[in-house]
């Protein structure tokens, strides 16, 4: 370690390694950000600079950087497994990016290498840690709303914002790098919410889905999808991820409801109201930066973990639960 803090290196420079972990990793107070890796020179050069920090090429040569005690893991998924898998073999902490492998084989077989190691995995569950999701499942375990019954969700995320992230040509599109297309990456995010807010297992879950080419952005590619889930509780739940629609129209909205008829509505990441027979109580989150999805707050605890030796709130076997469920899109 160096000294109290945690150094870390970011690797993979795409919009979550860049946008997100590097600005978060370079406030979180026990944390010092070490390094960047990419294959892409310029584009590590570039951040390195901005950040006065190291750069990599190799991540082979940055895990003999004993300054580095984590590695933060944000490339395509079909890195992941070798990435991972070397860098807990080297004795470094890993936070992977989700799925955290193309085959739920390979990610059991890196809880056996970090056990072994005796460092931590952790999955990017970041919903987890989205503001108005963390206050929904305070109060549910309060009872406010007696027994969750029952859950509609639904993402919507403008096209043209999922086409510049992931273009048709992206390895996002490709299900030999993916094992999915950006549907199946993405859902495993509230999938996992789902089975952390009903503290329940999704037991069962019937997948539809239509991909529809848009004449109005070149016949980009878009996904409209939708899982009926029943929990080992009995509840019951509608999932449903657009990504069809216009920029000002990108929301994710989330209704909980409960056995005493209360509900539950979480909109967007900063915004829930609890409805019950008397009252309407809303809560709003005025969070910035890296906050707004809880990905500061996800990247600081990892760091807590590694510093107190204590098991992640996300678990690789969560991430593996999660993926299980996503990967019936496929069939």
């Not at 870390?8 to 946008?19: E, N």
């Not at 848009?214 to 996904?223: G, Q, R």
Request: proline share 4%; net charge negative; charged share 20%.
């Amino acid at each position: 370690m160096i000294k109290n803090k945690v150094g870390v290196a970011v690797a993979g420079l795409g919009f979550i390694g860049r946008q997100t972990h590097v600005p978060a990793f370079k406030k979180i107070p026990n944390a010092e950000l070490i390094a960047v890796i990419d294959i892409i020179e310029d584009l590590a050069k570039e951040v390195a600079s901005e950040h006065n920090i190291k750069y990599y090429l190799d991540y082979k040569e940055a895990l003999r950087n004993p300054d580095i005690d984590a590695i933060v893991v944000t490339t395509p998924t079909q890195f992941h497994f070798n990435m991972v898998s070397e860098a807990l073999a080297n004795s470094k902490h890993v936070f992977c990016e989700i799925p955290l492998t193309q085959d739920v084989n390979e990610s059991k077989q890196l809880i056996e290498i970090a056990n072994e190691s005796k460092v931590i995995l952790m999955p990017d569950l970041t919903f987890r840690f989205t503001p108005n999701y963390a206050k929904a499942k305070e109060l549910i375990d309060e009872f406010v709303i007696g027994k969750p019954i029952s859950l509609n969700f639904c993402e919507l995320i403008p096209t043209k914002d999922l086409a510049t992230q992931w273009p048709s040509n992206s390895w996002a599109w490709n299900t030999k790098k993916s094992s999915g297309y950006p549907d199946f990456t993405l859902s495993i995010l509230s999938l996992d919410l789902v089975r952390w807010l009903f503290d329940s297992e999704i037991i069962d879950a019937k997948w539809m889905s239509n991909y529809v080419p848009l004449p109005v952005l070149n016949n980009y590619t878009v996904y409209n999808t939708a899982v009926i889930i029943r929990l080992s509780n009995n509840a019951i739940g509608i999932l449903h991820y657009s990504a069809s629609i216009l920029t000002q129209e990108g929301t994710a909205r989330l209704e909980i409801f409960g056995n005493n008829t209360s509900v539950l509505r979480a909109t967007w990441n900063n915004h829930i109201s609890l409805v019950d027979e008397k009252f309407r109580t809303e809560w709003t989150f005025k969070m910035r930066g890296t906050k707004v999805w809880g990905h500061y707050q996800i990247d600081s605890h990892f760091i807590d973990c590694i510093l107190q030796g204590k098991k992640p709130l996300a678990t690789v076997e969560d991430a593996i639960k999660a993926q299980i469920i996503a990967e019936k899109i496929n069939q």
